[in-house]
């Protein structure tokens, strides 16, 4: 199945769910001027999803705690993304 088949499937499950509001995509111009200005690509199905179905939105409480799916955006955190994960060694 293509990625546009999976991306349409789950909007429509998405608006199924009134009380699941979802934030308007981002421009894909947008997410890839973020990349470009960090050095890293997202995946593409992400990408996908953040420029045509959504990006970020306020969920239903899930037992007693809300749920956030954060929006992508700039911000001076990413700009260490490009880099290698830093844990090398066993932490257990």
């Known amino acids: 199945m293509s990625i546009?088949?999976?991306?349409?499937k789950i909007g429509a499950q998405i608006k199924l769910k009134r009380s699941w509001k979802l934030n308007q995509p981002i421009p894909l111009a947008e997410v890839e001027?973020?990349?470009s200005k960090y050095g890293f690509q997202l995946p593409e199905e992400y990408k996908s999803f953040i420029t045509?179905?959504?990006n970020g939105s306020s969920l239903p409480?899930?037992?007693e705690e809300s749920c956030q799916l954060y929006p992508?955006?700039?911000g001076h955190q990413l700009n260490r993304l490009h880099e290698d994960f830093p844990l090398?060694?066993?932490w257990e």
């Open 4 to 8: 546009d088949t999976r991306l349409l």
């Open 33 to 35: 001027a973020i990349e």
């Open 52 to 54: 045509k179905i959504g």
């Open 61 to 63: 409480p899930f037992r």
């Open 72 to 74: 992508f955006k700039d």
């Open 88 to 90: 090398i060694e066993n």
